[in-house]
């Protein structure tokens, strides 16, 4: 069984949590070397920087002593018995840190050995120089010390000479230390840094690699998917896709699979119900109007028979009254059929002049002479159903027109704004205008603010425009008062094929 996409990504975050471990502790046993080393190189030197101290109390010893011997003045042997002090401790704390050599050490107890024996003689030529200048305040130098040949045969610098040579050889021994040690620190930086740096560098390659087979994997289904989607959503619902990963991803591909087989059906069954639609409105269109003529040339038999002169008044309004309802159930009949023939018919889109568009529909109207409609400065050039554009402004212009109270003196303002993808088109008229509670209900089929008798209208051109709209993807609106004119607006998609709702088919008209 192959492994699930949740077990993959969980896998791919172990590995890569465990090569971050692995260069965690790699990096902190490198740091603990590296800290060890540097611990190392800073004792060393501050073993050489001890050594040197006691070296330099040495030699102050050296100059209190020789200037006593010179001048016999007391004071100058300050710095001989300071020193005298601070070695007893310098030659114990330095013998302690470098126990774990035993030639150090050696050294330490040789310059140890030497600096008493200098002692020793130091003191042995102080007390006779302190007891020869009691007697004699005038006495200076070595004159009249037993000792005097001690001193005048270079002993004491014999003996400072060793001292000095054994701590310069211990120096010199530290020093090598310390290189080696300063190398070793060298070495274990430079071993961290490229063990580091080679670890997170796997860890990047990896990571990387891994990453790369889980989106290549990812985005390969992910885009058979979306390749599904988009001939779903061009009609086609017969193509499968085939997913053997048996993962997540796998039974979204099922469903996607089963979604287009269901869809396909219902789109099948929708296909055919539009076929049975086509048919009953057919049946319709032609069953209903035939009674209808028949009903209206029965009226004018009965006129012609009787004579129009012989017929009483009221005989003559009941049959004008019965030729009007004939000629509204027609109009009824004919705008049930428009309102479900739209985006049922398959029409070629055209590139039209709006302008042009709107002078034919102006002329299709044949409006009364004061009747004015302002056209914008700028109106576009459109590629789309020219047809469907000219039906919704044909039905805002009549309403305009029809509802009226004074045709003669109206005044209609055409607009139009950009809005994004599409063109805002407005047509305003100062008519009668519609309470704001009946917005809504103006685009519903059947639906008339007015008496049928006063206006010949079926309650459908509005219903139309709404669909027609709607279906380019666009919307449309109304804003008006009681008394202050209407204004409709509405939106029309500025590109070809932009926005439009999708049909689930495309089925000849009935004419």
């Known amino acids: 069984m192959k492994p699930s996409l949740a077990t993959k990504l969980f896998t791919g975050i172990i590995m890569l949590l465990g090569l971050f471990a692995v260069v965690v502790i790699f990096s902190y046993r490198m740091a603990g070397q590296v800290l060890s080393n540097s611990r190392e190189v800073a004792a060393s030197q501050q073993l050489s920087t001890d050594a040197v101290t006691l070296l330099r109390n040495i030699v102050d010893m ?180 085939t997913d053997t990963d048996n993962d997540e991803m796998s039974e979204l591909t099922r469903a996607l699979n089963t979604m287009a087989r269901t869809v396909g059906a219902n789109i099948k069954q929708l296909e055919n119900r539009n076929k049975e639609l086509d048919q009953f409105a057919y049946v319709v269109s032609h069953d209903l109007k035939a009674p209808l003529r028949g009903i209206e040339s029965a009226s004018r038999w009965i006129e012609e028979d009787m004579g129009r002169e012989k017929l009483p008044e009221h005989i003559r309004e009941f049959l004008a009254l019965m030729r009007q309802r004939v000629h509204r159930m027609e109009k009824l009949i004919t705008g049930i059929l428009d309102l479900a023939r739209v985006g049922r018919v398959d029409r070629a889109e055209e590139t039209i002049f709006v302008r042009t568009l709107l002078r034919e529909v102006i002329d299709s109207l044949n409006p009364p002479a004061g009747f004015q409609v302002e056209l914008p400065f700028f109106l576009p050039t459109l590629t789309t159903d020219a047809v469907q554009l000219q039906q919704v402004f044909s039905n805002l212009l009549s309403n305009a027109l029809k509802y009226h109270g004074h045709p003669e003196t109206g005044h209609v303002v055409i607009s139009c704004e950009d809005a994004d993808e599409f063109y805002a088109f407005s047509v305003a008229d100062d008519g009668p205008g519609i309470d704001p509670e009946y917005h809504e209900r103006i685009f519903v089929i059947f639906q008339t603010l007015t008496e049928r008798d006063t206006f010949e209208s079926t309650g459908v051109g509005l219903a139309i425009v709404k669909k027609i709209v709607e279906r380019q993807g666009g919307r449309i609106n109304v804003d008006s008062t009681e008394g202050q004119g209407a204004k409709f607006t509405f939106t029309w998609p500025r590109h070809s094929g932009k926005a439009r709702l999708p049909t689930a088919t495309t089925t000849a008209a009935v004419s």
């Open 62 to 241: 050296e100059t209190g002593f020789r200037g006593y011997l010179l001048i016999g003045n007391e004071q100058t042997l300050e710095p001989y018995y300071f020193g005298e002090r601070e070695l007893i401790g310098r030659f114990s704390n330095l013998r302690e840190q470098v126990q774990n050599s035993p030639e150090q050490v050696q050294r330490i107890e040789q310059t140890q050995r030497l600096f008493q024996q200098w002692t020793s003689y130091s003191h042995l030529l102080i007390a006779e120089k302190r007891e020869a200048h009691r007697r004699n305040a005038q006495q200076s130098a070595l004159d009249g010390l037993p000792h005097q040949r001690l001193a005048q045969n270079l002993t004491g610098k014999q003996m400072m000479d060793g001292i000095r040579a054994q701590l310069a050889m211990f120096e010199q021994h530290q020093s090598r230390q310390r290189g080696n040690l300063r190398q070793r620190l060298d070495q274990s930086i430079a071993r961290a840094e490229w063990l580091s740096s080679g670890l997170a560098l796997a860890a990047l390659i990896v990571g990387v690699l891994w990453s790369g087979y889980l989106v290549r994997s990812i985005s390969r289904r992910l885009s058979n998917m979306l390749n599904l989607a988009r001939r779903m959503a061009d009609g086609d619902y017969s193509t499968q896709i």
